[in-house]
T-cell receptor, first 112, second 110 residues
């Protein structure tokens, strides 16, 4: 099993640009999570899906952030427009029935 | 408001020097407490889930325990490869939603 796959691994962009992060969960998992990790705030849950349906997006910081899960094999997290304070590592994770989470390797986002 | 607090923030150990990490929590309706290990540049890796007070789980040199207000991760005779950040997380209310602590960074020197 390849595990949770995220792309890109690193993203450097300029303020105001649109950023799209991608995630392929583990096959058969019915929950998908997007987390953000910074030194100051640690790991924060942004949004999670169950069977492709968004369940809780209360952690999404602003309307600039949006997430979609068009099918069981793919999810995106989009930031438009991006700002320097969005710089962080973004993790995608998946699980079966909301139990233990399996994390991807993350996307290191730098907004200049 | 749910809170998860880990201590210490950092721990430096000599190889073979056993120690414990603490995770204290205040949540309503705990469903589970999770321990993860995170290496630099990688995502957190699942270690244990504990569901009820008194429960214990072991894996190699690691042992996790749970009471009604806190959990401990005991590292017995650590090796340099045990160096990592150890994260505690609680699941309360909704299945799936985990709240993480800030982590304890452990460095084990030969």
């Amino acid at each position: 099993d390849a595990g949770v796959i995220q792309s890109p691994r690193h993203e450097v962009t300029e303020m105001g640009q649109e950023v799209t992060l991608r995630c392929k969960p583990i096959s058969g998992h019915d929950y998908l999570f997007w987390y953000r990790q910074t030194m100051m705030r640690g790991l924060e849950l942004l949004i999670y899906f169950n069977n492709n349906v968004p369940i809780d997006d209360s952690g999404m910081p602003e309307d600039r952030f949006s997430a979609k899960m068009p099918n069981a094999s793919f999810s995106t997290l989009k930031i438009q427009p991006s700002e320097p304070r969005d710089s962080a590592v973004y993790f995608c994770a998946s699980s079966i029935q909301g139990d233990k989470l399996f994390f991807g390797s993350g996307t290191q986002l730098s907004v200049l | 408001e749910d809170q998860v607090t880990q201590s210490p923030e950092a721990l430096r150990l000599q190889e073979g020097e056993s120690s414990s990490l603490n995770c204290s929590y205040t949540v309503s309706g705990l469903r589970g407490l999770f321990w993860y290990r995170q290496d630099p540049g990688k995502g957190p890796e699942f270690l244990f889930t504990l569901y009820s007070a008194g429960e214990e789980k072991e894996k190699e040199r690691l042992k996790a325990t749970l009471t009604k207000k806190e959990s401990f991760l005991h590292i017995t005779a650590p090796k340099p490869e045990d160096s990592a950040t150890y994260l505690c997380a609680v699941q309360a209310g909704s299945w799936g939603k985990l709240q993480f602590g800030a982590g304890t960074q452990v460095v084990v020197t030969p």
